[in-house]
């Protein structure tokens, strides 16, 4: 059973485009967060909720908007994609008190934008 | 602002040498620090997780230190084997649970056989 998983794990598009991509996980976690791998592999948080509540909002276009239907799912949307917001998007969840907040990661979605 | 750098960028050993990957972080206030490994087009999966009152996590061949006052973690690899090439991360979490994870820019690993 995959503990965090996303969909898709590849997507291709053109500008202008909206595009979402969707994570889940089973671990029974209560926080998820979007976090955006670069050409440099360079990880950076993007979101983090908590119970469904927004608590980290990096300093992201608001042409990302993420929402979390329940404690289990964590989407992002993009909307009118542009050429630098290629890269690979990871999803991830922890608990906030159990497991001293191990963080566990999906296997990640890369979004080519064309 | 907490900043996480990561030493050497790149390493690169023969099979069956003992290694040791250093991490740096500015803010000595942190709730935990992790150790993650990254291979090629995957996710990030966790090695060690060390929680601000500990001092050293061990699993198996690896083992990772902290110490906080000196805002410094190392990753001890013993007995490398092909098999452990990859990137590994350090992260660091904030004061709180609710803080966020800084992430430094990982040491990409070459163990050659």
């Known amino acids: 059973d995959t503990a965090v998983s996303q969909t898709p794990k590849y997507l291709v598009t053109q500008m202008g485009n909206d595009k979402s991509i969707k994570c889940e996980q089973n671990?029974?976690?209560?926080?998820m967060y979007w976090y955006k791998q670069d050409s440099k592999k360079f990880l950076k948080i993007m979101f983090s909720?908590?119970?469904?509540?927004?608590?980290i909002n990096e300093t992201v276009p608001n042409r990302f908007s993420p929402k979390s239907p329940d404690k289990a799912h964590l989407n992002l949307h993009i909307n009118s994609l542009e050429l630098g917001d290629s890269a690979v998007y990871f999803c991830a969840s922890s608990h906030r008190v159990a497991l001293a907040g191990e963080l566990f990661f999906g296997e990640g979605s890369r979004l080519t934008v064309l | 602002k907490q900043e996480v750098t990561q030493i050497p960028a790149a390493l690169s050993v023969p099979e069956g040498e003992n290694l040791v990957l250093n991490c740096s972080f500015t803010?000595?206030?942190?709730?935990?620090l992790q150790w993650f490994r990254q291979d090629p087009g995957k996710g990030l999966t966790s090695l060690l997780l060390?929680?601000?009152?500990?001092r050293e996590q061990t699993s198996g061949r690896l083992n990772a230190s902290l110490d906080k006052s000196s805002g410094r973690s190392t990753l001890y690899i013993a007995a490398s084997q092909p098999g452990d090439s990859a990137t590994y991360l350090c992260a660091v979490r904030g004061k709180t649970s609710y803080d966020k994870v800084i992430f430094g820019p990982g040491t990409s690993l070459s163990v050659i056989p």
């Open positions: 060390i929680q601000s009152s500990q």
């Open positions: 909720y908590n119970n469904k509540e927004l608590i």
């Open positions: 671990l029974g976690h209560d926080t």
């Open positions: 803010d000595s206030a942190i709730y935990n």
